[in-house]
C-alpha cells in the first residue's frame, strides 16, 4: 500500500512539474512588473508574503478559455488566506484578449506580456502554462498545458502553500 501511494504520489507531482527540473523549482521567482488591463502596474516583488499563482494564456487557446473561470472560482476562494492568481496575456495585440476577459469577467488581475519578456523568464512553451509561486517568492510548481480536472491539483497546492 506504501509503495502504491509512493508512486501514486510521484505520477501527481511529475504531471503538475510538466518539464521543470528539481533544479529550477525551489529557486527565487523571476521577478517582474506588467501593466494589468486595469492600466495599473503591477510587480511580483510587491506580491512577496502571499501565494501567487501565474497563468499564461493567449485569447486563441481553447484550453485556456476552459481554465480561465476554474482560475477565478480559486482566486475568490482563497485571496483572503494570502493568494492571488495572476493572468498573463502573452499576445502582442491585446484587443482579443480585452474582448475574452470581458466575456469572461474573470476578477483576479490580468497583465499584458505585449513583448514576451515575463514569457521568456518564466520559460513558458506551452499555453497554457501555470506557475505557483509560495510566499517567501520561490518557484514551487510549474504545469504545461490544461486538462480537465488540474484545477483540483491547483487547488491541493495552493492550499498546501498558504498552510505552510
Not at 501565494?51 to 482566486?75: Q, T
Not at 466575456?103 to 497554457?128: C, G, R
Not at 502554462?129 to 484545477?151: C, F, K, M, P, W
Amino acid at each position: 500500500m506504501k509503495k502504491i501511494i509512493i508512486i501514486i504520489t510521484l505520477f501527481l507531482t511529475s504531471m503538475f512539474v510538466g518539464n521543470a527540473t528539481s533544479a529550477e523549482l525551489n529557486k527565487s521567482a523571476p521577478d517582474f512588473t506588467l501593466k494589468a488591463l486595469s492600466g495599473d502596474n503591477v510587480r511580483l516583488k510587491e506580491l512577496s508574503g502571499q501565494v501567487v499563482l501565474i497563468n499564461f494564456w493567449a485569447s486563441w487557446c481553447g484550453p485556456c478559455r476552459k481554465e480561465m473561470p476554474l482560475l477565478d472560482e480559486l482566486h475568490a476562494k482563497y485571496s483572503d488566506l494570502g493568494f492571488t492568481v495572476l493572468g498573463v496575456n502573452v499576445e502582442q495585440q491585446n484587443q482579443k484578449a480585452k474582448e475574452f476577459i470581458n466575456e469572461l469577467n474573470v476578477s483576479f488581475p490580468i497583465l499584458l506580456d505585449e513583448q514576451n519578456t515575463v514569457s521568456k523568464l518564466y520559460d513558458v512553451e506551452a499555453m497554457p502554462t501555470t506557475v505557483v509561486i509560495d510566499r517567501n517568492s520561490n518557484l514551487r510548481y510549474v504545469h504545461y498545458g490544461y486538462q480537465a480536472g488540474d484545477e483540483k491539483l491547483y487547488k491541493k497546492m495552493v492550499k498546501a502553500l498558504i498552510r505552510e
